[in-house]
């Protein structure tokens, strides 16, 4: 639908730090929620994933670029397989969190900022899709990471948060 500007901080602050609304699927907004953080994420080169609340909805969704995480996926999982290069979830909830690994990592609402976070090694995740079908994903590497990452930013919590915490999750 469109390409949104990605909210930054310090500047969009109440909207970042804010915890996002569960979102129905009959929600009149969903598809265009899906549709601009598709667009949005395509349109950004080094953007892994992206949440709702970092172009303004407050809203549990976000979605990460396929080929970035593809080696970290479980194969003939339904990441793997979906057609798109764009990975929609709504409604994430990490469900089990095992192990511990130490790393940089940057986000696109917080600029030219890289801080060390300590982050869960595997998350398990359940999420619906935009079809309405549960799914339940197994994630390690960099796409257990951005999942943390975008839960975070759905729970209103930026990677500075993190930095104030001495790095951990």
């Known amino acids: 639908m469109a ?26 907004q969903l598809a265009e929620i899906v549709c601009d953080l598709e667009d949005t994420l395509l349109a950004t ?6 949440a709702a609340p970092q172009i303004g909805y407050l809203k549990r969704v976000f979605v990460l670029k396929k080929h970035y995480i593809l080696h970290d996926l479980v194969k003939d999982s339904f ?9 929609p979830f709504i409604n994430p909830k990490i469900i ?11 986000c696109l609402s917080v600029p030219n900022t890289y801080i060390p976070i300590q982050r869960a090694r595997v998350v398990k995740l359940r999420a ?3 079809a309405g079908d549960q799914i339940y ?10 999942v943390q990452q975008e839960i975070d930013h759905l729970n209103g919590i930026l990677i ?8 951990k999750a």
């Open 137 to 146: 994903e197994r994630f390690e590497g960099l796409a257990a990471r951005a």
């Open 160 to 167: 500075i948060a993190h930095q104030q915490k001495g790095g």
């Open 79 to 87: 990441c793997a397989a979906f057609p798109g290069e764009i990975i």
């Open 45 to 50: 080169p080094n953007g892994v994933g992206l």
């Open 96 to 106: 089990t969190a095992k192990g511990s690994v130490h790393e940089e990592e940057g």
């Open 3 to 28: 390409i949104r500007p990605i909210l930054a901080y310090p500047d969009a602050a109440p909207i970042l730090t804010a915890v996002s609304s569960a979102v129905a699927l009959n929600d009149a």
């Open 128 to 130: 619906v899709t935009p």
